[in-house]
């Protein structure tokens, strides 16, 4: 057992388990190099030599304590049979939803079409270099899913108010959470030993529309996973209650943004908390970056804490700074 899943089942650990969001990706040049080879992003996504290449890529530089699976929250969309592209400089392009076509996917087509991630997840649970790391595997929250669905594009480009006079919009809720339990399942078999629910853009919705569309949906996936013996991780980026967020939903941890103040979350939130500082730190002068790393640490202290970042890795950062943070994370007593 890794140590990330030690520090959530409060067994006693040496040091501050750390690992990042986006550690692949591509702030490492050797991740450029194979993604300049390979320009259809879901293509490379969806081979499993390349995809476990560059999810022990980030362990084979840094002393992390978990490796993450390469991969992408919109492959659910994908495996429910909407076209997803990315292009570059633009992100996700959706197409069209068939509903008929959508709503009559069976468990068995999701898990063939998906079958190359857990493909990735055994061969590369079975490497070395992993060790007693913990494997995550993912998935997106059920409102993310359906904002990408829907919406068609990020929404940082434009959100349609339209999507919640969907006609079909609650078959679509379903839809999306058989697949993840679906996906969540083929992952844990195959080798996972963590779930990360990625919810990017709950900090979107009003407080009277938070019940429907993450409250619920989220606490049966959390169940569901807990259920097969897993521990989950949520990630409701910006959502604007997050104690109340963990007395509903009752992740095994909770992982907070950049925005929050983490003062109050150590004193209002008692579950194991992971991340919240912010990826810009990381461009910072080493110092500064460090100083910025010290005061979550320090706040912590008495937390079951898991370091890690308020979102993912940048794009510009460089891998030296990732390797001076997690040194000084490690040897942080
Ligand atoms: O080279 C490229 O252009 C691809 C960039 C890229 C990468 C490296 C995308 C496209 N996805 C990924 C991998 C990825 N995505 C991982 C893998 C492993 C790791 O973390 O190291 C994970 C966990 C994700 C999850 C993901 N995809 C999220 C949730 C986390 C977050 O960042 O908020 C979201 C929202 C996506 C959608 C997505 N995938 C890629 C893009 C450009 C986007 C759109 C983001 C947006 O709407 O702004």
Redesign the pocket.
Known sequence: MGAIKDCINGKKISNTPVW???????YLPE??EI?SRNTN?IEL?LNPSLSKEI?IQ?LKRFNLDAL???????FIPYALGQSVE?Q?NF??KLGELDYKDILGKSDKEISLKLNPIYELIKITSKDEILNDKDLIG?T?ATW?IMV?MLNK?????KLDENIFNNLQQDDLITKIVQAQKIHIKNQVESGASLI?I?D??AGLLDEEKIEKYIYQPTKEIVEFTKRLGVEVIC?P?NIKNYKKFCEIVNPSAISIDYDVDPIKIAESVNIPIQGGMDPKCLLLDKNDMLKNAKRYLEIFKNHKYIFNLG???LPETKPENVKILVDYVKDFK
């Open positions: 990042f969001m986006r550690q692949a990706g591509r991740f450029r993604r992003f996504c999810s980030p993450i699976i390469f991969s992408d929250i919109l990315f570059k992100g996700p993912f997106g993310t990408y594009k990020s929404p940082k480009k990360q990625f990017s853009w990630f980026r979102h993912g890795v």
